[in-house]
C-alpha cells in the first residue's frame, strides 16, 4: 500500500487526508517513483481551494507538481532509468490525478530527470518548479545576457529567489522588488544587486536611479494585478515583462506596452518539451556543482502533517520553499 493526500472537496487545509491506496504499475513508457520529499505550491494552494482555472476532478483529487525520489520500478519499454536511480519530477501536468503528494507516483519515463549531486532530499525536492520557472520566463523567454537590468517582483519567494540567483549566474544584474523594508538585507544577502521597497519607495523611479535612468530590460512579475503598469513604467523601450505568476487575484489592466514586450509564462511550455528540459536540468546541474544555485528552504514537515504544510503557505509568511518529507 502507498500513502496518498487526496481531497474531495475545495477549501482550506482542513480538507486534505493522507489514505492508503494499493501501489499502480507503471505501464509500459513509465516509470514509479518512491517519493522522498515534495515541495507545496502556490498552484496546489489554489488546485486545493477551488481558484484553478483547469479542470479538478473532485471527489478524490490528488495534488502535488514537483518532488524528489527514487525509481522503484520500471516499465515495459524504459532503457534510460533503472530501479534505485535518485531523480525529481519535471512535470506533472495531470497532477489531480497523479500529483506527488504521496508516497509512490508513476509517470512517463521522460518526465524525470536526474537528481543533481550536491542537493539533500528537502532541496532537490524544492529546487524544480521555482529553478524551471525562473530559468524558463528569464533565459528562453527574456533572453537574458550579462549585463542586463531584472526586475524581479514577489523577490521574497521561491521564484523570486531562484530568479536572483540565475540572473547572477548569467552575469545579470538582479533587482529585487519587495513590500517590506525590513526584507531588503535578506533579499542583499539572496543575490540582489539593489532592492526596492515599496512600502517606502516609488517604484519607476527606484528603478530608474538604480540603472542610471535607462529602466529595466526584462521585468519578471509574479504578482500581476493593478500594480503591472507600475512595472511597465519601470521598463526600458524595447524591454520586455514576463507574467508568470498571480499573486495578486485582482484584475490585471490591459498593458500599455509603450515598446515593452509582454509575454504570459506557463512553464509548462517548456516542462513538457524534452529540449528545453534537458538544457534546464544542465543549467541546474552546472549551477549546483558551481555553488551558485541553490533553493532556499523555508520549513520541512511530515507527510502526517501536510495540512500544517499548507497552512503555512496559505499564512503567506514563509521565505523560500516549503517542504513535506515521506
Ligand atoms: N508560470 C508558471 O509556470 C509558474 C510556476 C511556478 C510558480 N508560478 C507562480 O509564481 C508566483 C510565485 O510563486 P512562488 O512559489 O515564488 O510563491 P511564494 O514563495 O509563495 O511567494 C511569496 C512572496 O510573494 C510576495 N507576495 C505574496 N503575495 C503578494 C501580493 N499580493 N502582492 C505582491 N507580492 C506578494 C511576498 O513577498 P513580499 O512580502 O516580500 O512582497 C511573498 O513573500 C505564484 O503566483 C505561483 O503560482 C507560476
Known sequence: MSRVVVFDEFGGPDVLRVVDEPVTEPASGEVRVRVEAFAVN????????????????????????????????????????????????????????RGSHAEHITVPAERVIARPAGLDVTEAAAVWVAFSTAYGALVEKAGMRPGD???????????GRAALQIARHVGAVPIAV????????????????????????????????????????????LVMGPGQPNLLRAARPGATLVAAGFLDPRPTP???????????????????????????????????RLGTLRPAIDRVFTLADVAGAHHHLDQGLHAGKVVVTV
Open 149 to 159: 537590468h531584472v526586475l524581479v517582483t514577489a523577490a521574497s519567494g521561491a521564484v
Open 254 to 288: 490591459f498593458p500599455a506596452t509603450a515598446g515593452v514586450t509582454v509575454h504570459s509564462y506557463r512553464s509548462f511550455e517548456h516542462t513538457l518539451d524534452p529540449a528545453v528540459v534537458r538544457r534546464m536540468a544542465a543549467f541546474l546541474t552546472a549551477g549546483v
Open 42 to 97: 502556490p498552484l496546489d494552494r489554489m488546485m486545493r481551494s477551488g481558484a484553478m482555472p483547469s479542470t479538478v476532478h473532485l471527489p478524490h483529487s490528488r495534488l502535488g507538481v514537483e518532488g524528489t525520489g527514487v525509481v522503484d520500478a520500471v516499465g515495459a519499454g524504459v532503457t534510460a532509468l533503472a530501479i534505485g536511480d535518485p531523480v525529481i519530477l519535471a512535470a506533472v501536468p495531470d497532477a489531480s490525478a
Open 178 to 221: 519587495t513590500r517590506h523594508s525590513g526584507k531588503a538585507d535578506d533579499l542583499v544577502a539572496a543575490g540582489a544587486a539593489a532592492v526596492i521597497a515599496t512600502d517606502r519607495a516609488d517604484l519607476a523611479e527606484a528603478v530608474h536611479h538604480h540603472t542610471a535612468g535607462t529602466g529595466a530590460d526584462i521585468v519578471l512579475d
